[in-house]
């Protein structure tokens, strides 16, 4: 949906999609201890999931009568559920393939679902033919819940049994408020852009028993943090020119990297997340010269340099 007038636009759109799918994998382990083969696993994994999502976005834009000049608005929401179960059957094998025991029995019934908002604003301004101002400004706040049970069958009863001990019930409210402005200009042969992002975020990870009631939070809250950023450009001629940029960039863990309670859906390759994980930052350098030197080919050389703080790594723990 589209209004508009001499100077104003405002649009509206959506969309809706829902959709089932179901898979079967088999996937083999083999053991060692010592470095010497001792058995191996066939894993034979039967699943089915469904999924909804629905999304909506409402558009804005207000031209001045400069050419270039604008404000433009953005809100997007989107909102997904899903909901799925697994059949998980692990046998294990001695090396000669004769089975050792009884097979272990696996069920997993899972759901969840995800609210989304953003909000963002940019303003453009050509100040000159050299010259251009931009500023913005964008929040981000997300609601995700997931239930994943997980439960073994007991051959003395015939059923599956829910195992409250490696099943979970995790919340989180997650919210991202940022603000930039960047400028660009011409002097003599260079050009420049020179930004600056201010951000904050937020994060809140609430634990849930079986009942539902909260158990327990974790928080991770990083105040306002600065990310400034230069790129200049060196015209050498109409044909080479040397880049010499620097930006600090931010990368935040993911939900998975954060959720703090085992994953035993795959026995063999148990996972566990970091609630006290913090973001990572990062200080870039980079310095390159580009050779245009025929048509339709160029040279290009580029040296940089990268410093990262509180990395973010997977630790893998065998216990062999």
């Known amino acids: 949906m589209l209004f508009r007038s001499n100077r104003n636009t405002l649009t509206f759109s959506g969309n809706y999609n829902r959709g089932k799918f179901e898979t079967e994998q088999t996937q083999r382990v083999d053991s060692f201890i010592k470095g010497n083969f001792t058995s191996y696993n066939l894993i ?23 050419s270039g000049h604008n404000l433009s608005a953005d809100f997007n929401y989107n909102s997904s559920n899903s909901s799925g179960s697994s059949i998980i059957n692990t046998q294990t094998y001695t090396t000669t393939g004769a089975a050792k025991g009884n097979p272990l029995l696996q069920q997993n019934i899972s759901s ?5 908002y953003t909000f963002q604003t940019d303003y453009e301004n050509p100040i000159t033919d050299d010259k251009k101002l931009e500023a913005g400004f964008r929040a981000a706040i997300r609601d995700n819940g997931s239930i994943n ?13 829910l195992v409250p001990s490696i099943s979970s019930r995790y919340k989180f409210h997650d919210e991202v408020w940022a603000g930039y402005t960047t400028f660009s200009f011409k002097s003599g042969n260079w050009s420049y ?3 600056l992002r201010a951000e ?16 327990l939070s974790f928080k991770v809250n990083y105040p306002i943090s600065l990310f400034p950023s230069v790129f200049s450009t060196y015209k050498i001629n109409d044909k080479q020119d040397l880049q010499l940029n620097y930006t600090r960039k931010i990368n935040r ?31 870039s350098f980079e310095v390159s010269y580009n050779n245009a030197y025929k048509k339709s080919a160029n040279f290009l050389a580029s040296l940089y340099f990268k410093h990262t703080t509180n990395l973010i790594t997977r630790y893998v723990y065998r216990d062999v």
């Open 44 to 66: 034979e994994n039967t699943s089915n999931r469904t999924f909804e999502n629905l999304g909506s976005q409402v558009s804005f834009k207000h031209n001045f009568e400069k």
């Open 112 to 116: 969840g679902d995800n609210q989304f």
């Open 149 to 161: 049970d997980q439960y073994r069958y007991n051959a003395v009863t015939g059923k599956y049994e």
């Open 193 to 195: 852009l020179l930004g």
């Open 200 to 215: 904050s975020s937020n994060y809140l990870g609430t634990l849930l028993n079986a009942k539902g009631a909260d158990s």
């Open 253 to 283: 863990p993911n939900f998975f990297q954060l959720m703090p309670f085992p994953d035993y859906s795959d026995p063999q390759n148990i996972n566990v997340g970091n609630a006290a994980l913090k973001p990572e930052f990062t200080n």
